[in-house]
């Protein structure tokens, strides 16, 4: 990641959204300032990477799949501002062991649970945030994004964070645990969304 880039863009990209799009925030506090960190968000756009990411106060590095980094420009921009390939139609191995690398590190990661847009909300969410946040020992913020799906009409995008969830320790996590944790961040995702947006 080039941070220097980064900081730019991000004060850039806020700045617009912000005029544009009206952007609000609401919960950064609830963000930790330093240490390993995995943001988990809703998931509707397209858009939802930029408009977290300049609003979070950490900077963050996201999964992105390995197709974004074969466009000109586009994979060179988006490896600069951190972003790791991960390939959905083989192993994921090597995207986990990117992510624990930036965790290990104290950095921060991006994670759409749902693994894909998800306007319906009928896409189940995968464990893959729970087994990365139990086995680098990293809370996990919930986010929720409202707003990004109707960008073209210029509505207002909301952004707010929630109280960090600790994941399973003091023994390796079981398939159940990964489970009931993945739950517990979906419904703080939920939660967070219900009460984001609207004239306040």
């Known amino acids: 990641m080039n941070t220097r880039f980064y900081d730019f863009a991000k004060a850039v990209v806020r700045f617009v959204v912000r005029v544009v799009w009206r952007g609000r925030v609401r919960g950064a506090e609830n963000v930790p ?6 943001v988990a968000c809703n ?5 939802d990477p930029v408009a977290m990411g300049c609003f979070c ?4 590095s996201y999964m992105a799949k390995k197709e974004l980094f074969e466009i000109p420009l586009l994979g060179a921009l988006i490896r600069a501002l951190g972003a790791y390939a991960v390939d959905r139609r083989g192993s994921a191995t090597s995207a986990i062991k990117r992510s624990l690398e ?9 994670i759409f649970p749902e693994g894909t847009r998800n306007r319906s909300g009928d896409v189940e969410a995968q464990t ?6 139990s086995l680098a ?3 996990v913020v919930p986010a929720s994004i409202r707003g990004t799906e109707k960008a073209l009409r210029l509505g207002r995008i909301d952004v707010a964070f929630g109280a960090p969830l600790e994941p399973p320790t003091g023994r390796k996590a079981t398939r159940d645990d990964l489970a009931k944790f993945t739950l517990a961040i979906m419904n703080a995702i939920r939660a967070l969304a219900e009460n984001t947006g609207g004239n306040t």
């Open 137 to 139: 020992g990293a809370p």
């Open 33 to 38: 300032s330093a240490g390993p960190l995995i």
């Open 128 to 133: 893959g945030v729970a087994l990365l946040a």
């Open 43 to 47: 998931h509707v756009s397209y858009l």
């Open 57 to 60: 106060p950490r900077r963050i």
């Open 102 to 110: 930036v965790l290990q590190s104290g950095g921060a990661v991006g």
